[in-house]
């Protein structure tokens, strides 16, 4: 009774967690889906009584939304794909390679991310602004880099480490030169890892908002968070757009997540299943 009576408490606050996690979801779509009315009535509508996709329409006629739309995947894409190539040789060298300054390499990378974002604002405009990078994608995409490296490049030393050192020899000696076993053995089991730390990069710089917002000023350059903000004006904020805005801007992330899970999840059973 004791050991039931606690599964049901634990089952319980753990249900309760979840509600409060998803219900901020929830509140967003579904007053993207609520006609005005409801939006701004002062008794709390939970559930929408009338759907409505205006909120959608007229959000995505807001100026320069499919503008905003490109330059955010530009920027995440470029930033992740180059990003994923460095931190994997970075991790790989830090793993398997001893050579000088290694260990304070590996301290600059945890140093490094506990500097927090804000405080890098001005010192980081006004080094792109000698370089001419001001307003610029490219000095975005370098500063999300600058920003994402150090955790990619920590998490994914984990990942080659654990991998044995046994099994690059085993290829070795069957054959295979160091970048064959490493590319053959190594890879293929590091693969979760690098599509784990691949959604977390992408996550971080789809949803970066203030050093965009500092850095971009031009209204055809700038990304969809900046975009946001464009639906709080002098004359207040229209909140179905917003939300409607906002859920629009999520779905990528989401999309994205779900699709690459299952490739996370076929990798480990198959990895298991070859071992």
């Known amino acids: 009774m004791r050991r039931t009576t606690g599964r049901i408490v634990l089952d319980g606050i753990a249900i309760l ?8 979801i929830y509140w967003m ?7 005005g009315k409801e939006i701004l009535s002062l008794t709390p509508v939970w559930v929408p009584t009338h759907l409505t996709f205006d909120n959608f329409q007229s959000a995505i006629h807001v100026p320069f939304f499919w503008n905003d ?15 994923i190539v460095l931190a994997f040789l970075a991790a790989a060298a830090v793993a398997r390679f001893g050579f ?10 945890i140093a490094v991310q506990m500097v927090p974002l804000n405080a890098l604002v001005i010192p980081i405009y006004l080094l792109l602004d000698r370089v001419g990078q001001v307003d610029s994608l490219i000095g975005v995409i370098a500063y999300y880099m600058a920003v994402v490296l150090p955790f990619m490049i920590w998490t994914l030393r984990g990942f080659v480490t654990n991998v044995p050192v046994d099994l690059e020899e085993a290829a070795m000696i069957d054959g295979a030169t160091r970048i064959g076993a490493f590319m053959r053995i190594v890879f293929p089991l590091v ?3 690098l599509v784990a730390t691949a959604i977390f990069g992408f996550i971080q710089a789809w949803n970066e908002y203030i050093i965009a917002y500092v850095l971009l000023s031009t209204s055809s350059k700038q990304t ?3 975009w946001l903000a464009s639906f709080t004006t002098q004359h207040g904020t229209d909140w179905g757009g917003l939300m409607a805005g906002a859920t629009l801007t999520a779905l990528p992330v989401v999309v994205l ?9 076929g990798s480990l059973t198959a990895g298991a299943v070859k071992g």
């Open 191 to 193: 693969a979760p890892g």
């Open 29 to 35: 779509v579904s007053t993207a889906l609520k006609p």
């Open 17 to 24: 967690i979840v509600v409060v996690m998803l219900f901020p």
């Open 257 to 265: 997540f779900l699709i690459v899970q299952r490739y996370v999840q």
């Open 224 to 226: 969809l968070t900046i």
């Open 69 to 83: 739309v490109v330059n955010s995947l530009i920027i995440v894409t470029t930033t992740v794909i180059v990003s």
């Open 100 to 109: 000088r300054g290694r260990a304070a390499f590996v301290v600059m990378v």
